[in-house]
């Protein structure tokens, strides 16, 4: 019998991944690494940094010297809950998902010296133990060699549509205006994800596509526990 050590969820914005990652994660008890969490963090403190983040990005040996100090000072926990980033003893979550980061992280994301750094850590926390991996690139760049490949899609204005409600629930904002500025977000972050010359958004080689229009997460999981069993015989 096969043992499985790494599942990789790859897909695009609001495709699910991030729903089914945390309920597989929590069904198999497996951490789950979130690595968009990784990019909110690193781009949250590029925002949020003294000098204007550009100044990073024009400079790149002190773009790396800023990433090693802030995952030097963060602790970074990988449980079947999730991701978790503690700062100063402090959760840090909601600062995450902040309109500043939203509107930045694709960009940050982009950046080259980011995405190497990212991955080297990434690949690090997977020898020392099991792992779902959920991201953009998770299969196709971070864990080639992962045992199960598994890409969402869905259709755009679904996804569109799901980002919608998500926000519609937090932000008390005009909803047509809301609706607007998610749909153009949704369009955006797909192009820049698709054509960055750095770990495009592409399928991983061996991976299971699931369309996940019109399925509920619990049917996504489920076809995917049944990909996991049949590997493992």
């Known amino acids: 019998m096969e043992e499985i050590r790494i599942?990789?969820?790859?897909?695009?914005?609001?495709?699910?991944?991030?729903?089914?990652?945390?309920?597989?994660?929590?069904?198999?008890?497996?951490?789950?690494?979130?690595?968009?969490?990784?990019?909110?963090?690193?781009?949250?403190?590029?925002?949020?940094?003294?000098?204007?983040?550009?100044?990073?990005?024009?400079?790149?040996?002190?773009?790396?010297?800023?990433?090693?100090?802030?995952?030097?000072?963060?602790?970074?926990?990988?449980?079947?809950?999730?991701?978790?980033?503690?700062?100063?003893?402090?959760?840090?979550k909601e600062e995450l998902r902040n309109k500043e980061v939203e509107n930045t992280v694709s960009q940050i994301s982009a950046i080259k010296e980011v995405r190497e750094f990212l991955t080297e850590f990434m690949r690090g926390l997977a020898e020392k133990s099991k792992l779902i991996a959920e991201g953009r690139d998770m299969g196709s760049v971070v864990f080639p060699y992962s045992d199960v490949k598994i890409f969402l899609t869905a259709n755009e204005k679904i996804r569109a549509e799901r980002r919608f409600k998500e926000k519609a629930e937090k932000e008390k904002i005009d909803k047509e205006f809301l609706y607007k500025e998610v749909w153009d977000n949704i369009k955006f972050r797909d192009r820049l994800d698709s054509q960055r010359k750095i770990a495009p958004l592409t399928i991983p080689e061996g991976a299971y596509i699931i369309d996940t229009s019109y399925l509920t997460p619990e049917e996504v999981m489920n076809e995917i526990l049944k990909i996991i069993k049949n590997r493992e015989r």
């Open 7 to 92: 599942i990789t969820i790859d897909g695009p914005a609001s495709s699910g991944k991030t729903t089914v990652a945390r309920m597989l994660a929590q069904k198999l008890n497996i951490p789950l690494l979130e690595s968009g969490t990784l990019y909110r963090l690193v781009t949250y403190f590029l925002v949020n940094a003294e000098k204007p983040f550009n100044t990073y990005l024009e400079d790149k040996q002190a773009l790396l010297q800023f990433l090693r100090k802030i995952f030097k000072e963060t602790k970074i926990e990988i449980t079947p809950l999730g991701t978790f980033i503690y700062w100063n003893g402090k959760l840090i």
